[in-house]
């Protein structure tokens, strides 16, 4: 009873959001449930152990070992040729040993630099998986009012159409219309109903994908507007500085040649002297026939000098050394990448802007022209069935341009926070 009064809860509350708290909640949904991101955060707090494992490097490191031997002698015979008695011992040895690394060439310490290094790039890829998300998730949601609007235009366009052939039934009967003007209409009315069927295709295909991505059942009937605000940068220069410090993909290609540096210099510590301290203890019980038990303590200081491995070390360092060289290639190009795909936002954005503006010119002008032409169609005025089809048609194909502008719109604005690094939920706000 108890879960069934929750549920209950949590569908009134869903069903009592406005459009912002409608979209923010995909947003949400989509950044708990989707899998990648999930898998991201998963890899997130797998590379953050590494940085707790370069600092035990650090540390010392203590091991204690046991070791029991039995050993039966038999057939003693000395020199004098005497057969002595069989003999049986049982030894027991203890072990603790502690060891501190002193020194080894700045390996730990550049170790634990690369670890840093990592941890940083595991969340500037989690960063830009999360732009990723809300980005499909936004435009998911989009979309959907999208693919609804049009399913509606060519709902309200087969309810013209079928008052027009029977308006124009009627009309034959009084000899106003030819019987080539009726075919027309309902020539009209299948077209619209076979555009129809297409948008509701569309529609399912647009459910589908919208809840594969925000992993929740798709809203019904969404009937909302294409209002959002997002503030994005005034012009292409600021886009530029923003991205170049904020883009996620530079960031990770900056931090991957500081991660090669460090790799390096992990390789040239291989030719380095190191040095260890080692301290420890070990208790023997029957140690020999003569001696019962002894305890010994060590303590024993090791300096190592690795000269010459085949060759292994000095190959080491050239590899990482080409390695570094490579990601300073890589950056440069992805510093190019980011600039040229930033300017490709921008103008997208501009673009999507100007034409969002024709086509509310467009949709603007086609409404009065298609209420004009009925207007006179059903006074029975000059006007032809075909002027009025073809004046339907204008106003459909208005509406669904008008309405994949603003979409697309809403998506360019999207696009071009996400190449800046300011794709978030609280760049995000609907009215």
Known sequence: MKKKLIILFTIMSFS???????????????????????????????????????KSEFLPSITITGSQTSTETTKIIDQAGAINNDSNRNTETKKVSVEQKIFQGFKGYNNLKKSELEYKKANLEYKK????????????????????????????????????????????????????????????LAGASAKFIKSETELVASIAEFERINR?????????????????????????????????????????LAISEKELEVKKANLSPSAALNYSITENNDLSSTIDENEEETVKATVTWPLVKGGKN??????FRFKKEQNKLLLEDKKNEVKTQTSTAWSFFQSSSSILNSTAAQLKAAEIANEGITLEYDSGNTRTTLELIQSRALLLDARITNAIAEKDFIVSKLELLKQVGGLNLGAINTP
């Open 314 to 319: 000095l190959f080491d360092i050239k590899k």
């Open 216 to 256: 929740i059942q798709a809203p019904k009937d969404l009937n909302e507007s294409f209002q959002i605000t997002i503030v994005t940068p005034k012009n292409l220069k600021e886009a530029l500085n923003k991205s170049s410090l904020n883009n996620p993909s530079l960031a990770i290609a900056k931090i991957n």
């Open 16 to 54: 009592s959001l406005d459009a912002k708290d409608n979209l923010i909640f995909f947003i949400n949904s989509a950044l708990e449930k989707n899998p990648k991101i999930n898998a991201e955060r998963k890899n997130l707090n797998s590379v953050k152990q590494n940085i707790n494992i370069s």
């Open 129 to 188: 998986v999360e732009q990723e998300t809300i980005l499909k998730s936004v435009s998911s949601y989009y979309d959907l009012i999208l693919k609804y609007k049009i399913r509606n235009f060519n709902l309200a366009n087969i309810d013209l159409f079928e008052r027009q052939v029977e308006s124009d039934k009627a009309r034959l009967q009084k000899g106003e219309i030819t019987l080539s003007d009726l075919a027309q209409s309902e020539s009209s």
